[in-house]
């Protein structure tokens, strides 16, 4: 059973940091691009960033880049989001996706399995 495990959502002051896990367990996803996207009320799910198992190739979307970095752990099958200067408008439910298309697609579309979700929360 493929499961995708996501944590270390929490509350944090604007300015502050954050690090996420996705834990990823049940098949080989070596041939897969990991991914994070968010979700806040009452908008769309949006792509933040994602990466090929070697980590060497990575994709940030421009709302996020040079604040946000994306890597990953293969001895571990756990791919890691760094948060940095985190912002009200970063809050959301943020979800591990996993599938098999290139790094930097962004549509939800191309990605077959999910995580439950982490929520982050920033308060101004």
């Known amino acids: 059973q493929v499961q995708l495990v996501e944590s270390g959502g929490a509350l944090v002051q604007a300015g502050g940091s954050l690090r996420l896990s996705c834990a990823a367990s049940?098949?080989?996803?070596?041939?897969?691009?990991m991914a994070w996207f968010r979700q806040a009320p009452g908008k769309e799910r949006e792509f933040v960033a994602s990466?090929?198992?070697?980590?060497?190739?990575?994709s940030h979307a421009d709302s996020v880049k040079g604040r946000f970095t994306i890597s990953s752990d293969n001895a571990k099958n756990t791919v890691y989001l760094q948060m940095n200067s985190l912002n009200p408008e970063d809050a959301g439910l943020y979800y591990c996706?996993?599938?098999?298309?290139?790094?930097?697609?962004?549509?939800?579309?191309?990605?077959?399995?999910w995580g439950q979700g982490t929520q982050v929360t920033v308060s101004s």
């Open positions: 049940g098949r080989r996803f070596s041939s897969y691009a």
């Open positions: 996706a996993a599938g098999r298309t290139g790094v930097g697609d962004t549509r939800l579309a191309a990605f077959e399995y």
């Open positions: 990466i090929n198992w070697s980590g060497i190739v990575k």
